[in-house]
């Protein structure tokens, strides 16, 4: 079985400042990894995934997260947030050769301050 | 192309009475999964469909909730005799495969039902 976990539920940051956000999953088999984001009353969005190759991948809007199989981790990264950026971010896996069906974490809520 | 509809989208029951959540794929879709959103909770995953087959339940709970996804229509996840505890947010995915785990799901904007 796969589990993830956030280690922040919550996160305050000011305009402009860089961001991590922290994601551990646990696996016995080899999984891919997600990063979804839900903007307020909407459904979730895909950020980013990891399949293979690269271990960094970065989305059109200035993320990018690095996948550590030695720490089974896959943080989200941004150099310089914006307002917009506020929202809650799912971290989340999908087991190698399975149904697709998804894991996620807890979440965490990235408020973004002027 | 539109995208993944859900309907309704906030929807208020009574305990006892049935919940009827509707879910249209987007266009070329056959894959279907179903999501759970317990409030200050993640997503948990409840059932996985393909056109007129149940392809992994094991998320779901063993009584009073179904779902199906016929041949024509949209698919659909019935709740009976809902208790206030299945007050939630109920999100539908779609994907064009299963692809092995590596296919991106796209999601509706949910439904929120409320139990008073």
Not at chain 1, 9 to 30: D, H, K
Not at chain 2, 21 to 37: A, D, E, I, N, T
Not at chain 2, 50 to 65: A, Y
Request: hydrophobic share 35%; with cysteine.
């Amino acid at each position: 079985a796969q589990s993830v976990t956030q280690l922040d539920s919550q996160v305050p940051v000011f305009e402009e400042a860089p961001v991590e956000l922290r994601c551990n999953y646990s696996s016995s088999v080899s999984v891919y990894l997600f990063w979804y984001v839900q903007y307020p009353n909407q459904g979730l969005q895909l950020l980013l995934k990891y399949l293979s190759g690269s271990t960094l991948v970065e989305s059109i809007n200035g993320f990018e997260a690095e996948f550590n199989k030695s720490q089974t981790s896959f943080h989200l990264r941004k150099p310089s947030v914006h307002i917009s950026d506020t929202a809650e971010y799912f971290c989340a896996v999908t087991e190698e050769g399975g149904y697709n069906k998804l894991i996620f974490g807890a979440g965490t809520r990235l408020a973004v301050h002027p | 192309n539109a995208g993944v509809m859900q309907n309704p989208r906030h929807l208020v029951r009574r305990r006892g009475q049935e919940a009827r959540l509707r879910c249209s794929p987007m266009k070329g879709h056959s894959h279907v999964y179903w999501y759970r959103q317990l409030p200050e909770e993640g997503l948990k995953f409840m059932v996985y469909l393909q056109k007129e087959n149940i392809i992994d339940e094991s998320g779901m709970p063993k009584e009073r909730f179904s779902a199906e996804f016929p041949k024509e229509g949209p698919s659909i996840l019935r709740i009976q005799q809902v208790v206030r505890g299945d007050s939630a947010a109920y999100f539908c995915a779609s994907s064009p495969r299963t692809g092995g785990g590596t296919d991106t799901q796209y999601f509706g904007p949910g439904t929120r039902l409320t139990v008073l």
